[in-house]
């Protein structure tokens, strides 16, 4: 390093020197500065309570096409069915089964109204891609038997302005003439714990990694809320589609707030837990389940799939009645004994009282004789002083 550069570094050094505030003898030091938490920073927080997350799949499906739990869920389950969506997201997984599995109906629910807004959207846009292959359809069969085209390419077909070309009016009547055959989709904003009054009731009920944070925010008191009004919204043999995360899932989340780590603590049935409740204290049969491999292990979920059983519940109900009555049988008889045991004891007290009172008179009897005894012995001394004394006077 030559001279002049070395200068320069030296001029440097004493610049930023200068810069710093220098620290008299006698003054006092001002408190360290911490990093506080901004609003900001606080805000982000508490951004995803309810796993709200606007960019969950874009995460979920890293590096795959498809969600892997549309290969493992069999169509069979949702063939025809009114369907129930809880905590949809932004409607990818929920648009994936209504219409790849040709539901009769589906409902999905958010607590998050712009995850719902997003679902809205997500319907409209496949609702007229289906609508456009439908039409390509017909123009391609037109092609062929009114111009007398042989093979119609491709290109041709997804050629957009070739769609808006023909009339409204009669792309119209090409749908409505076909009827083309679309499930009964609607997307609303709700709490599910919201409202317990159930107004409609469904045969498929799926529920998806939302239990975390049902747990998280309304303790174990909302987990068992939200499968009572599960089951009481299922059809007799509606099936119910729980995919629960792992307690291990919640050790970070749980800092997130105060709440959170007070329901934590206090919990009592943990996810591990759900499959024994559920059948044995809810009436659910567990039909199976299946595991589902994730590239990511932080998604690879098992999923339940239960069947509410009516026979099951009355059956429960039944068994509880009796063991109730049992218990109440059981009550009454130990009740009858030892007021047996009590009545028994007093009329005991009351023959020794007899007995000894008995003895009493007794006594009294034998004190009277003798009593008589003693006045006949002194009558007989009487007499016979008397007759001393005669015997006196007659020497
Ligand atoms: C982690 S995401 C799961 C999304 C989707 N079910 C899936 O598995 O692909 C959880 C979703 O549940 C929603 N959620 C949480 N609590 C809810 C509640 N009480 N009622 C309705 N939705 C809720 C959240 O807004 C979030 O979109």
């Known amino acids: 390093m030559n ?33 506080t938490k901004t609003k900001k920073n606080q805000n982000k927080k508490n951004e995803f309570i309810f796993g709200n997350y606007s960019r969950y799949y874009g995460y979920r499906l890293v590096n795959q096409e498809k969600d892997p ?73 037109k092609l062929k038997t009114e111009y007398g085209f042989t093979k119609v390419p491709l290109s041709f077909l997804v050629n957009k302005d070739l769609i808006e070309m023909i009339e409204e009016d009669e792309k119209k009547k090409m749908i409505e003439n076909e009827e083309i055959q679309m499930p009964n989709i609607e997307f609303r904003q709700e709490n599910f714990l919201d409202n317990l009054e159930i ?18 925010n309304w303790g174990d008191l909302g987990i068992k809320k939200m499968f009572r009004k599960i089951y009481d919204s299922l059809e007799v043999n509606g099936l119910f589609i729980l995919e629960p995360q792992p307690l291990k899932s919640y ?70 009645e009796s063991k109730e009555l049992k218990e109440l049988k059981e009550l009454q008889e130990e009740l009858q004994e030892s007021k047996d045991s009590k009545e028994l004891k007093e009329l005991q007290e009351l023959q020794e009282l007899q007995q000894e009172s008995k003895e009493l008179k007794d006594l009294k009897e034998e004190l009277k004789d003798l009593k008589e005894e003693l006045k006949d012995f002194k009558d007989l001394k009487e007499q016979l002083k008397d007759f001393k004394d005669l015997k006196e006077q007659l020497k």
Request: proline fraction near 4%.
């Open 3 to 35: 001279q002049e550069n070395q200068q320069n570094q030296r001029n440097k050094r004493n610049k930023r020197k200068d810069q710093k505030p220098r620290i008299q003898k006698n003054q006092k030091q001002q408190p360290k500065k911490f990093k």
């Open 69 to 141: 739990r549309i290969n493992i869920l069999p169509s069979k389950l949702f063939e025809g069915k009114n369907c129930l969506d809880i905590g949809c997201n932004s409607g990818f997984l929920t648009l994936k089964i209504a219409y790849n599995y040709n539901v009769k109906s589906m409902v999905g629910i958010d607590i998050d109204n712009s995850l719902i807004n997003k679902a809205k959207i997500r319907n409209r846009k496949k609702k007229e891609k289906i609508k456009n292959k439908f039409i390509q359809e017909k123009i391609k069969e």
């Open 199 to 216: 107004k409609e009731k469904f045969e498929v009920i799926l529920c998806l990694s939302v239990t975390k944070w049902i747990h998280l």
């Open 251 to 320: 050790i970070k989340r749980k800092k997130m707030n105060s709440k959170f780590a007070h329901h934590f603590k206090r919990m009592k049935l943990p996810p591990e837990e759900f499959e024994t409740f559920l059948t044995k204290e809810m009436g659910f049969i567990l039909k199976s389940k299946l595991d589902v491999p994730h590239p990511s292990t932080g998604f690879s979920r098992n999923i339940y799939i239960y069947e509410k059983s009516k026979e099951l519940k009355e059956l429960q109900e039944l068994q509880q």
